[in-house]
């Protein structure tokens, strides 16, 4: 039986408009087979969505082979199109129209008639758990809502083989993990193929074959298990015995260490993987105990033989944060904020203090960006009392975003301007001129190290340097706060830590930071943390107490991510069992 993908010796450039050559694909080589769930993993830039618009008959290699189905992609890609199913990152959802009548649509453009509807729409609202809001506006779903209304309207018409792209990014741990149950279970119940790419690492581990890409390179491929197997004896979990050190400043000193490929804070501990299959000899103070690796700790030993030496990830502020260290800066008190009959956030309440890093999860819909919003004075609070850095929301919002610096989700900044350009429109918005202007930008630029992509349109950067310039324009005018909005989502495992060890610096230098992440390995570097669901608080505390709240079936500690979703389904389970609630919840 003819494999559904064979990619042969596969070179793709493109060229920027600055005339560099980019290659985005460099001798590529995979297969997948009939029946298998084929993962795509590595950092943005890695060549995974060109692999899959490749495959999808998009675009064209410039050499090599690209047979899908059995059929050459660059020669009949309409052919390919009419067997497969493709779900983009950025899916065409017709957000002012309905789950149903988005469903409609796509079965419109496949010519899917009545009766074939009839027998797919009960399948896929079951599957997806959607039937209850086939009347609802899809944009009005949650995000992992609208993964699934993607991945329904893709399987309208019961493809050979699906393509996904990065569907889980954005999606908080819940979502991800009922996403991938509806994907599992297509291979297994379906004659279906799945490619699917991913930067969350923890999920190549569900599949039945990996391929590990970077800069357009294979590094690895095969079974899962056999990339994880090359940390074997090189996977340690490391522990101060001053108390008073934190997981945070010990990973930050540990992932700087020589000879130590990674480090990541995980249940209180530092989950590290050293080059050489040995603990460390040179650590005073600190115990290492083994620890059983996993596929992150094999792709990592990857990835750092590719990318060689780590950046610097300290910031020097020119200047600390002013006020008396841990002095309330942040002051929330019954929170409430209503769009209509449709409350967003329901009463509330927290405080954060001068160099904290506070961290606010939930799931999608949780009522996590609209309190974002609220504390930026983006948007006024329908009631309750919100202080921000000594200034009462409801009456001086202005005078509070003087000293806040934000970071979003996507990226912010203006593509077509350079580094230098994007760094001068921000400082002149916050109002910096003359000398003070030049002295900020070129701090920014030294600190961040991106006086060599000065001139360079900002749209044009990879993606951890993108992250660099929104950080350096947020702390242009040195905020007293600053917000960052799933500011690490779709980079890779080393491009997140070097961004963390920017963050605990600024944290040291008595900046206060208040994040919202679905990484939920990376709500361990913060000091407190508050869960979210339906616009209400459920748990909030220092991550250990959080931690505290799940228990693991095998006896094992539990991970943050397992208190995350022990806590949400609990309170979503005590809110079905109460049936006379009538109050409505959810976020924007």
């Not at 103070?285 to 780590?310: S, W």
């Not at 989700?409 to 429109?425: E, I």
């Not at 702390?475 to 917000?483: D, K, M, Q, T, V």
């Not at 060890?501 to 943390?529: K, N, P, S, W």
Request: proline share 5%.
């Amino acid at each position: 039986m003819t494999d559904p993908v064979a990619i042969r010796n596969v070179h793709k450039t493109f060229r920027r408009a600055t005339g560099e050559t980019v290659h985005a694909l460099d001798g590529v080589s995979f297969t997948a087979r009939q029946n298998t769930l084929t993962a795509l993993v590595g950092p943005d830039g890695a060549g995974k969505t060109t692999l899959l618009r490749l495959l999808a008959g998009l675009m064209a290699a410039d050499t090599g082979v690209v047979e899908v189905l059995g059929i050459d992609a660059a020669v009949e890609p309409q052919a390919v199109q009419e067997q497969i199913g493709y779900m983009p990152q950025k899916f065409g959802l017709y957000e002012d129209l309905t789950v149903q009548q988005n469903l409609d649509l796509y079965a419109d453009l496949h010519g899917i008639g009545e009766t074939e509807r009839r027998e797919i729409y009960p399948r896929l609202m079951a599957m997806t758990a959607l039937g209850r809001f086939t009347g609802r506006l899809a944009g009005k779903l949650s995000g992992g809502m609208k993964q699934k209304l993607g991945l329904a309207c893709t399987l309208v018409r019961s493809p050979r083989l699906l393509l996904l792209d990065e569907p889980t990014v954005g999606v908080d741990p819940l979502s991800r993990r009922e996403l991938w149950e509806i994907v599992r279970r297509l291979v297994q119940e379906s004659d279906l193929s799945v490619v699917v790419s991913t930067s969350y690492l923890d999920e190549a581990e569900f599949c039945d074959h990996a391929v590990a890409l970077h800069q357009g390179k294979v590094l690895a491929q095969g079974a899962p298990h056999e990339i994880t197997a090359r940390a074997a004896g090189r996977v340690f979990m490391a522990q101060a015995a001053d108390p008073a050190i934190t997981a945070r400043a010990l990973q930050a000193r540990l992932f700087r260490h020589p000879g130590m490929v990674d480090a990541a804070p995980e249940a209180g501990k530092v989950r590290i993987v050293t080059a050489q299959p040995e603990a460390p000899g040179d650590l005073d103070g600190i115990t290492c105990q083994p620890a059983p690796p996993r596929f992150e700790d094999g792709f990592m030993l990857l990835f750092r033989a590719a990318v060689g030496d780590i950046q610097s990830s300290h910031i020097e502020l020119q200047r600390r944060a002013a006020g008396e260290a841990g002095a309330v800066v942040v002051e929330v008190d019954d929170l409430l904020r209503t769009f209509g009959d449709f409350t967003a956030v329901d009463h509330v309440s927290f405080q954060v203090r001068r160099g904290e890093i506070y961290g606010l999860l939930g799931p999608n819909g949780a009522g996590k960006s609209t309190t974002f919003r609220l504390l930026c004075g983006l948007i006024p609070a329908t009631g309750g009392r919100l202080r921000v850095a000594g200034a009462d929301l409801g009456k001086s919002r202005a005078a509070a975003r003087a000293k806040l610096g934000y970071v979003a989700q996507k990226f912010s900044l203006y593509g077509d301007l350079s580094v230098d350009d994007n760094l001068a429109f921000f400082a002149s918005a916050y109002g910096l001129r003359g000398e003070r202007k030049r002295q900020r930008i070129a701090w920014a630029k030294a600190q961040f190290e991106l006086e060599a992509m000065a001139a360079l349109p900002s749209g044009q950067l990879p993606g951890g340097y993108q992250r660099r310039l929104a950080m350096a324009a947020a702390l242009l005018h040195e905020p007293e706060i600053l917000f960052l909005d799933e500011a690490t989502s779709g980079a890779d495992p080393l491009a997140r830590r070097e961004f963390w060890g920017r963050i605990t610096a600024l944290a040291e230098q008595g900046v206060t930071v208040i994040v919202t992440t679905h990484f939920m390995e990376e709500a361990e570097y913060c000091d407190r943390i508050i869960i979210m669901d339906g616009g209400a608080a459920l748990a909030e505390g220092p991550p250990a107490a959080i931690r505290a709240k799940a228990k693991r079936p095998d006896g094992r500690a539990p991970t943050m991510e397992d208190a995350f979703i022990a806590i949400v389904e609990a309170a979503r389970q005590e809110q079905q069992n109460q049936p006379n609630q009538t109050n409505q919840r959810g976020a924007a």
